[in-house]
């Protein structure tokens, strides 16, 4: 039987080279960008890979499913504060564009991935 980490989880991988993005791009910005947009899209961009991360090392699967939830809702909060840094001209639309698609990806690989911890293992 094969024993997963969490490091080999492509929908977390994903999410931590994401957060680690818009950090790299928000840490240039002014003090009032900083102060306001950037503090959020930070936070909401780590969120999600600290979500997986926790429901990940909970022992029951309602946990871990409940925390994927709230990661998911980190994405879509995530896609607020990134369409914000592009409507403020904080972000290029080339930038935004590279971000979202990276978001979308993660949305779709989490979507995956509750449905694989969803399932019950076959009966032996």
Known sequence: MK?????ELDVYNL???LAEDIWNIAVNWNFLAQDTVGKQ???SSDSIGANIAEGYGRYF???NRQFCFYARGSILETKTWL???E?????TLEQY???FSKLEAIHLKLNAYLKFIGKK???S
């Open 41 to 43: 899209i930070i936070r």
């Open 15 to 17: 999410s931590m080279e």
């Open 3 to 7: 024993i997963y980490v969490l490091e």
């Open 97 to 99: 564009s590279i971000l």
């Open 87 to 91: 409507n403020r001209k904080l972000i």
């Open 83 to 85: 369409k914000k840094s």
């Open 121 to 123: 293992p076959p009966i």
């Open 61 to 63: 699967y309602k946990e």
